[in-house]
């Protein structure tokens, strides 16, 4: 199946590192003119210089840093809201503070950036594209991630509630809901064997996923090859959520 997205402008979210950099490798790759945030100078020199995209340095987990970050990067035809952080620890000792860290950059961003594309979109009257980077957390409890499986439940509803309101506007909003994905997030997370094992051990598939396996399914939902779909929320999890 070719994908091309020549003659777009795709916005990414958390680009620097892991599954936002290697969408942004694929989209540049299908023709898409690529602006990506990041709130880290280093990964976004290497991101320009590998793929020739637009970037801005932005801590988005701030609000007004988020709106500023979204206006700045123009008309976008293409968002992906990848941006996210784990911040983990037993139920009882989670801390307001974390919990806010969470939705901020999880959630809240996602909303803020969402809404100012959204309008452009409406405005040029062409319609876009929109997918959120949830996780299989957003539907099966985690031990010890609490604000990061409520926060990625939220991006789900969220999701729901943006096909339904913009699809008039023919605006698609998806969501994909990633397993573990060998990033160096998932790595620190996942990477020990007392914890990653029996992980592992509830995939059907038996094994972990790459970036390119989220990439490859941003891509799709983000083409006209899906332009009958909107408002879903897509396992990519070998099978995890069967059980």
């Known amino acids: 199946m070719d994908i091309r997205f020549d003659g777009k402008r795709a916005l990414v979210t958390g680009a620097g590192k ?3 950099r290697d969408i942004v490798r694929l989209l ?3 023709g898409a003119a690529v602006v990506a945030i ?3 100078q280093s990964d976004l020199d290497s991101l320009k210089a590998e793929y020739g995209c637009q970037t801005i340095l932005a801590d988005i987990g701030k609000a007004e840093a ?3 970050a979204a206006e700045d ?4 035809d293409l968002l992906v809201n990848n941006a996210g952080i784990a911040l983990l620890g037993p139920f009882l000792e989670a801390t307001v503070a974390d919990w806010d860290e969470t939705m901020a950059v999880n959630l809240r961003a996602a909303f803020i950036i969402s809404q100012v594309v959204a309008k452009g979109m409406v405005a040029r009257g062409k319609g876009g594209a929109i997918v959120n980077v949830s996780s299989q957390a957003g539907i099966a409890a985690l031990q010890d991630h609490a604000a990061y499986c409520a926060s990625k439940a939220a991006m789900d509803h969220l999701t729901r509630v943006m096909a339904l309101e913009l699809g008039p506007h023919q605006i ?3 969501a994909v809901n990633p397993t573990v994905i060998l990033t160096p997030m998932g790595e620190m997370v996942w990477g020990d064997p007392a914890k990653g094992d029996p992980m592992r051990a509830k995939i059907p598939l038996g094994r972990f996923g790459y ?3 989220v990439s490859e399914a941003v891509a799709y939902l983000l083409s006209d090859k899906s332009d009958m779909i909107t408002g879903i929320t897509m396992p990519i ?3 995890y959520l069967v059980g």
């Open 18 to 20: 892991g599954i936002g």
């Open 28 to 30: 540049t790759e299908c």
């Open 38 to 40: 990041s709130r880290t």
């Open 66 to 68: 988020a709106r500023q």
């Open 73 to 76: 990067a123009g008309p976008i």
């Open 172 to 174: 698609r909003v998806n």
């Open 211 to 213: 970036p390119r396996h």
């Open 237 to 239: 999890d070998g099978g």
